[in-house]
């Protein structure tokens, strides 16, 4: 288990003092493939820094595996580290060693046998599916490669713990989703509990069971994937969901007032809501937007409405009347 009590980071800079992370406190279960997700500046990296001391907090506690790793000696984070490994975004190998030396390195490091460190590399190189790469190097390699090299690396201690940060944000979308499987396949085979850094949704949606939001160095929402990209609360978490604006060509907001319905399981989805408010009602609804998504095998759907001004209250009436439909009266499309 990852624990994390009300962490802060401060920095101080030519412009003055920068707070990157403000008052974080997040519980990561054992197992969990869990994202931390928010936009350029929000604080994702420098808070999986602090996951494992790379960065020393200002403030607050980073608990893990029942360690408060600030409250150890430089010798015991060196050891705790073992079980936190992390591949990141341009995969760090070293480029004069081969694919099998670079596997065998932090084994190295541990002091553990040659023979034995080849053996464990070469079966993690059958892990990640390139048996055939232990001779080759570094620059020989296509990026989604060098990222399978660089996840077989940080198997190569057994660690309780994988850090992802960004580590598909380099590749095209194809090897995206071959990475994005193989770090899921990892979490199930050997039940280690990686935390996702990202700016991207649907690498969140693609394999996390449940994810943070971060805005600005603080966490504005989390829970299960699910729960939060079904009916986002935070503005920040909308702004990731339902991302872009309304084209006012579209809808007229002197002469209409926005509703967001989130459909909350498959079966709101088939309901024909705009045809029944035309039909039993004679409401002209004005369909902004649309969307459905897949999140934990459940079927979501989004929709943005302009409703005549003044029909608005009779429509939101019969809307609120379906439990699996969530609704509300939206300014903007944020």
Do not use: W
Not at 233 to 260: I, N
Request: net charge neutral; charged share 20%; hydrophobic share 45%.
């Amino acid at each position: 288990m990852i624990e994390l009590k009300n962490l802060c980071k401060s920095f101080e800079t030519a412009g003055g003092r920068v707070d990157a992370l403000k008052d974080v406190t997040l519980t990561i279960e054992d197992g969990n493939i869990y994202g931390i997700i928010g936009m350029s500046g929000a604080g994702k990296s420098t808070l999986v820094r602090c996951i494992n001391m790379l960065e020393r907090p200002t403030s607050g506690e980073v608990i893990v595996n029942r360690q408060n790793l600030g409250q150890l000696t430089p010798a015991q984070l060196r050891a705790a580290r073992r079980d936190i490994t992390m591949i990141f975004q341009k995969f760090n190998l070293l480029m004069q060693r081969n694919c099998l030396q670079n596997i065998c390195f932090p084994m190295e490091l541990s002091g553990v046998k040659k023979s034995d460190a080849e053996k464990r590399a070469r079966e993690l190189l059958e892990l990640v599916g390139l048996p055939d790469k232990a001779k080759a190097y570094p620059a020989q390699l296509s990026g989604g490669q060098q990222q399978r090299i660089a996840i077989a690396r940080a198997l190569a201690t057994d660690p309780k713990v994988l850090l992802c940060d960004e580590a598909t944000s380099a590749l095209d979308p194809n090897t995206t989703q071959s990475i994005l499987g193989l770090i899921r396949d990892i979490n199930r085979k050997l039940g280690i509990t990686v935390v996702v850094i990202t700016h991207q949704m649907s690498v969140v949606k693609e394999i996390c069971t449940h994810v943070a939001i971060l805005d600005d160095g603080e966490v504005v929402e989390n829970g299960l994937v699910s729960t939060v990209f079904a009916a986002p609360k935070s503005a920040a978490a909308r702004r990731l969901v339902f991302p872009g604006a309304v084209d006012t060509k579209v809808s007229d907001p002197a002469q209409e007032r926005r509703a967001r319905l989130v459909f909350l399981d498959a079966k709101a989805t088939g309901i024909p809501l705009v045809a029944r408010l035309a039909v039993e009602y004679g409401i002209m609804a004005n369909v902004i937007s649309a969307t459905t998504q897949a999140l934990s095998e459940e079927v979501y759907g989004g929709m943005l409405l302009g409703i005549p001004a003044g029909q608005f209250d009779r429509a939101a009436e019969f809307l609120r009347t379906f439990p699996n439909i969530q609704f509300e009266e939206v300014s903007e499309h944020v």
